[in-house]
């Protein structure tokens, strides 16, 4: 957890750094690999070893002010052994101030830090659930698509599934209700930059940086500029030709 920790203040850091100073400059290819330097020093630099002067996983621990109530309960005790007395009959029953520290050392055994953990792989299950099923509707997808050749310049699925156009890898789809469209051509010379350039990488790898980021809202941002850029470019490219 501690890795993640200092992935998301990277991931952070880097992502308001481009929002900042890069994100509106029309250098797109450039700005798309700076985008993927993001996501690569976000990875890497949490592994590199430094002291932080605030330790966020020690104070979020209740170990640590655990440790410190002990500390101060050793210093000032206010009674002796002398003035403990023998527990009546009418508290015989009643748990011994043995068994009620016991139960309170297994209840510290859990602590803040915990319980984010806990909350943390909740929201990874649930997104990398999402995130799989989509992808697999994708593919589901495709296997009941019809496959269109020789007609256009450029073969491409079609379906009656109202989606818009979109490339996914090396495959690119055009709803049917689209196949009348007039700019139909400047439509598949589109998603075919983004075939041609491997656009769905950056894509997956910015959907995964949401599912693992999950809770930060720099990755949200993150992925939502990656995908702005490439449809940037992209169109940088139809206003070139």
Known sequence: MEYLFKSTACLGVLTLFYWLLVKNLTFYKVNRYILVAVFILSLTLPLVKYDLPFDPIKYLSLDYFNTQDSNTNEDHSFFTEAEITTP???TINKPTPVEIEKSQSYLSQFTCWDYAVLVYLIGLSFFLTRFVIQ???????????KKIEGQHTTPFYTSTTEVPPFCFFNRIVIPSSFLTHPELDLILSHEKIHQKNGHTYDIFIAEMVKVVHWFNPFAWLYNRMVKENLEYLTDSHIVKK
């Open 88 to 90: 009546s009959e009418s």
């Open 135 to 145: 992808w697999i509707s994708l593919f589901r997808f495709f296997s009941s698509a």
